[in-house]
């Protein structure tokens, strides 16, 4: 069993910047590839990005490439998304989630989810 707790959600402006961080505990946080999702009032969850259990891979939706960066501190059982340039469309609530498989982008890949946390991006 692998525990998520995210963090780091707020408002801000359009082009601002934030970084959520998902803190873990269980089982080994290092033998787990990390996801970030979100999802919008309305909307169904959708893909942000993925690193590999060492941080050498990483992957990300078009949308946010270029903006976002995801990372990790396995010695703190720790992802990071830093987010840049924010949009007002990026609006949402962002989870972590873990998966033993890979750097996947379907969320049905992944095994444990966090709660989730509120960002706001206002124009």
């Known amino acids: ?3 998520l707790v995210e963090s780091g959600g ?3 402006q359009a082009g601002g910047s934030l970084r959520l961080s998902c803190a873990a505990s ?3 946080f290092s033998s ?3 996801g970030w999702f ?3 009032p309305g909307k169904e969850r959708e893909f942000v990005a993925a690193i590999s259990w060492g941080g050498g891979r990483t992957r990300y939706a078009e949308s946010v490439k270029g903006r976002f960066t ?3 501190d396995n010695a703190k059982n720790t992802v ?3 987010m840049n340039r924010l949009k007002p469309e990026d609006t949402a609530v962002y989870y972590c989630a873990a998966n ?3 750097v996947e982008v379907a969320a049905r890949e992944y095994d444990y989810w966090g709660q989730g946390t509120q960002v706001t991006v206002s124009s």
């Open 1 to 3: 069993q692998v525990q």
């Open 10 to 12: 707020g408002l801000v």
């Open 26 to 28: 269980g089982r080994t």
């Open 32 to 34: 787990y590839a990390m």
């Open 38 to 40: 979100r999802q919008a």
């Open 70 to 72: 995801v990372s990790r």
């Open 80 to 82: 990071y998304l830093q």
């Open 100 to 102: 033993g498989a890979g």
